[in-house]
T-cell receptor, first 113, second 113 residues
């Protein structure tokens, strides 16, 4: 059963534009929501993470927006750069039970010049 | 600080052959994870170790997959015999006990012919 749904599957954004990737979850026990960035031939690397007690978290050009009632969260990349071209995965976990990290299916982002 | 090390990086085998993957986690990280990432998908947990104990192996296909983490440091994941559907990237990750951030290695790309 897929518990974290991610969209879009792929995204093309011009340099300087805003990239937006959305995720929705089903399990209300999830309380940790990270985003991972993966370049070809590399393992995923943690980009930014949020807990449901806040509605937004910003780190540099990367922002997570969290809507607990809708069970949705999104990643916004401001001023997108060609170097941001990668695959992005959202994920979720119930930290209280130390459950596994459940990943979305990924979004392939391409930032064009 | 060295990251998670995995070897080999690539492996091509014929079906029904055995194969093994090796992982050396970040020094001091007691928690070790093995994930499988199918093409175009997010990573899926196979097994999680706390030191040398497998605390979550519910997703490990035990008829053909096995893993060990002797002395609570390095780990080996084995498939015997391999099937065509096992073609994927096998990722190892590690974390400090109780911490959420997982650090991934570059993965081993397996192709079963």
């Amino acid at each position: 059963q897929q518990q974290v749904k991610q969209s879009p599957q792929s995204l093309i954004v011009q340099k300087g534009g805003i990239s937006i990737i959305n995720c929705a979850y089903e399990n209300t026990a999830f309380d940790y929501f990270p985003w991972y960035q993966q370049f070809p031939g590399k393992g995923p690397a943690l980009l930014i993470a949020i807990r449901p007690d806040v509605s937004e978290k910003k780190e540099g050009r990367f922002t997570i927006s969290f809507n607990k009632s809708a069970k949705q969260f999104s990643l916004h990349i401001m001023d997108s750069q060609p170097g941001d071209s990668a695959t992005y995965f959202c994920a979720a976990r119930n930290t209280g039970t130390a459950s596994k990290l459940t990943f979305g299916t990924g979004t392939r982002l391409q930032v064009t010049l | 600080e060295a990251g998670v090390v995995q070897s080999p990086r690539y492996k091509i085998i014929e079906k029904k052959q055995p194969v093994a993957f090796w992982c050396n986690p970040i020094s001091g990280h007691n928690t070790l994870y093995w994930y499988r990432q199918n093409l175009g998908q997010g990573p899926e947990l196979l097994i999680r170790y706390e030191n040398e104990e497998a605390v979550d192996d519910s997703q490990l296909p035990k008829d053909r997959f096995s893993a060990e983490r002797l002395k609570g440091v390095d780990s080996t994941l084995k498939i015997q015999p391999a099937e065509l559907g096992d073609s994927a990237v096998y990722l190892c990750a590690s974390s400090l006990t109780g911490k959420q951030t997982q650090y991934f290695g570059p993965g081993t790309r397996l192709l079963v012919l």
